[in-house]
């Protein structure tokens, strides 16, 4: 029980991490390139997600969410629990159109009823102003065991 706890705590923090940077990927604007190529655009994002459980199945768990900070939107993810780590796909839909869809891979950091976790995001894909987005990121945060509740802080470059 204890191992199987510490998988999904892995893998709701590394969606949270994937649902915060998603966030922040989301919410920048960007103006329509006029008749020349368009200019790559940089941005340093910082931002918190608070995920809940929608369902379980296996050693898969599905968890939604809202994400504030620099971008803030709706998150959706899917993780896969593992006995060391947790990996996952993340998909931020920005509150100013567009999503960004990315991986995640996290480890926990303790074993208590409130985990704390911490890992890295990969950013390779993305819909309308965001579909050329890549970057990468990290993130910390913590899970409660026995809700699946996550919160997480996240911080990454991405170039869009």
Request: aromatic share 6%; charged share 10%.
């Amino acid at each position: 029980m204890g191992q199987l706890q510490r998988q999904r705590s892995i893998v709701v923090m590394a969606v949270l991490a994937a649902l915060v940077l998603g966030l922040w990927a989301g919410g920048v604007s960007s103006a329509a390139p006029s008749g020349h190529a368009a200019k790559r655009k940089s941005l340093r994002l910082t931002d918190t997600a608070s995920l809940h459980l929608v369902r379980k199945s296996g050693s898969t768990l599905y968890e939604k969410g809202t994400a504030t900070g620099t971008l803030p939107g709706t998150v959706s993810a899917r993780f896969v629990t593992g006995v060391t780590k947790v990996t996952g796909t993340v998909t931020f839909h920005s509150s100013g159109g567009g999503s960004i869809t990315m991986t995640a891979v996290g480890y926990p950091q303790s074993s208590g009823t409130i985990a704390r976790f911490s890992g890295n995001i990969a950013v390779r894909s993305g819909t309308g102003r965001f579909r050329n987005v890549l970057g990468s990121g990290t993130f910390t945060g913590t899970a409660n065991r026995r809700t699946w509740a996550v919160t997480v802080h996240a911080n990454a470059n991405l170039t869009y």
